[in-house]
C-alpha cells in the first residue's frame, strides 16, 4: 500500500490544522484491513507515535501530550485517515508521519513501530508562538 499524507503547514500556536492520509492498494486488499497510526518526529529527536486507530475505527490510542487536542479518525470508503489537531503549542512542530500495518494492532503501534510495514513521507507542521 502507498500512503500520501498531506494537510501540513504554519500555522500560529493555539490554532488548528487537520491531517489527511490516503492510501493507494494495487493489491486489491482493502483500506479497512489496515491498522492506522500517525507518528512525528521533531528536529533532532526520535519518532514518536502520537495516535493510532483500529481498522474500522473501533479503538484508538493517543500519546499523552496530545490527548484532548488531537482526534484520529478514519473514512473506509475514502481510503483515508484524518488527523485533527487542536489547540497547537510549539511543541507540536514536527514532519508528521502516517503508517499503515496488516498485523500490528492499533494498540501494538504504540510501543512498537519498528515493525510497522508501510510509511507514507510525511507532511511538515510548523506551530509559531
Known amino acids: 500500500v502507498q500512503l500520501q499524507a498531506s494537510g501540513g503547514g504554519l500555522v500560529q500556536a493555539r490554532g488548528s490544522l487537520r491531517l489527511s492520509c490516503t492510501a493507494s492498494?494495487?493489491?486489491?486488499?482493502?483500506?479497512?484491513?489496515?491498522?492506522m497510526g500517525w507518528f512525528r518526529q521533531a528536529p533532532g529527536k526520535e519518532r514518536v507515535f502520537v495516535a493510532t486507530?483500529?481498522?474500522?475505527?473501533?479503538?484508538?490510542y493517543y500519546a499523552d501530550s496530545v490527548k484532548g487536542r488531537f482526534t484520529v479518525s478514519r473514512d473506509n470508503a475514502k481510503n483515508t485517515m484524518y488527523l485533527q489537531m487542536n489547540s497547537l503549542v510549539p511543541e507540536d512542530t514536527a514532519v508528521y508521519y502516517c503508517?499503515?500495518?496488516?498485523?500490528?494492532?492499533?494498540?501494538?503501534?504504540?510501543?512498537?513501530?519498528?515493525?510497522?510495514?508501510?510509511w507514507g513521507k510525511g507532511t511538515q507542521v510548523t506551530v509559531s508562538s
Open positions: 486507530i483500529g481498522r474500522i475505527g473501533d479503538s484508538t
Open positions: 503508517a499503515a500495518d496488516r498485523w500490528t494492532t492499533a494498540q501494538a503501534m504504540t510501543f512498537d513501530d519498528k515493525g510497522i510495514d508501510y
Open positions: 492498494d494495487a493489491s486489491g486488499r482493502t483500506f479497512s484491513d489496515y491498522y
